[in-house]
């Protein structure tokens, strides 16, 4: 069984930085793609950053290019997503997930992902 649980979200100051990390278990990262997405009310679950060994690429969305960093460790199972340089505009609640079959071009599309863990809420602000 397929199964991710994000967790490290909290309340920053803006410029500052945070790590969440999402524990996951059932699948191989060589094998799916994996990606964290972020959703605030009212607005459609945004892709942050996303990947898949078939194309052994990093995608980021353009506004947090430079300053996230997607990243895994296969021996704990576990995704990582490095925020830095934080600004009130990335407020929301981050998920990771997973699927197996995304193809290339839909990678950040919400609806290309089966397996989503709970997500957690980063919130930023002075």
């Known amino acids: 069984e397929v199964q991710l649980q994000a967790s490290g979200g909290g309340l920053v100051q803006p410029g500052g930085s945070l790590r969440l990390s999402c524990t996951t278990s059932?699948?191989?990262?060589?094998?799916?793609?994996i990606g964290w997405f972020r959703q605030t009310p009212g607005k459609e679950r945004e892709g942050v950053s996303c990947?898949?060994?078939?194309?052994?690429?990093?995608y980021y969305a353009d506004s947090v290019k430079g300053r996230f960093t997607f990243s895994s460790d296969n021996a704990k199972n576990t995704l990582y997503l490095q925020m830095n340089s934080l600004q009130p505009e990335d407020t929301a609640v981050y998920y990771c997930?997973?699927?197996?079959?995304?193809?290339?071009?839909?990678?950040?599309?919400?609806?290309?992902?089966?397996?989503w863990g709970q997500g957690t809420l980063v919130t930023v602000s002075s």
């Open positions: 059932g699948f191989d990262f060589d094998e799916y793609a």
């Open positions: 990947l898949t060994s078939r194309d052994g690429r990093t």
């Open positions: 997930t997973a699927s197996l079959g995304v193809i290339l071009s839909n990678l950040r599309a919400p609806s290309s992902y089966n397996y």
